[in-house]
Nanobody, 128 residues
Framework: QVQLVESGGGLVQAGGSLRLSCAAS????????MGWFRQAPGKEREFVTG????????VYLDSVKGRFTISSDSAKSTVYLQMNSLKPEDTAVYYC?????????????????????WGQGTQVTVSS
């Protein structure tokens, strides 16, 4: 049984930082590209960032470039999202997702349809 469990969300003031973690189990971590998505109230889910299974290639939403950093630790089967200089517009539920490399091959990482598994989400609230 595959599980993706996010943690690290919370309430922070604008300009602050949070680090989200996503622990994966029940899958071979090195066979998956990992992504973070978010969904704000009344809005559609949007891609935030993704990292290839090699850990050497990353993609970011333009509005988070230079502020957010994705990383992975294959030994712990965990992907992280370091979020700095947070803004109120970053407020959302953040979801971790895993895309098998066969499913993801040739597809853009921001396509939610390539992701096979999703976590339950963790709330991030940034106050102004």
């Amino acid at each position: 049984q595959v599980q993706l469990v996010e943690s690290g969300g919370g309430l922070v003031q604008a300009g602050g930082s949070l680090r989200l973690s996503c622990a994966a189990s029940g899958l071979t971590f090195s066979n998956y590209n990992m992504g973070w998505f978010r969904q704000a109230p009344g809005k559609e889910r949007e891609f935030v960032t993704g990292i290839k299974w090699t850990g050497s290639s990353t993609v970011y939403l333009d509005s988070v470039k230079g502020r957010f950093t994705i990383s992975s630790d294959s030994a712990k089967s965990t992907v992280y999202l370091q979020m700095n200089s947070l803004k109120p517009e970053d407020t959302a539920v953040y979801y971790c997702a895993a895309a098998h490399i066969f499913t993801a091959s040739g597809q853009p990482m921001d396509n939610p349809r390539i992701y096979n598994y999703w976590g339950q989400g963790t709330q991030v609230t940034v106050s102004s």
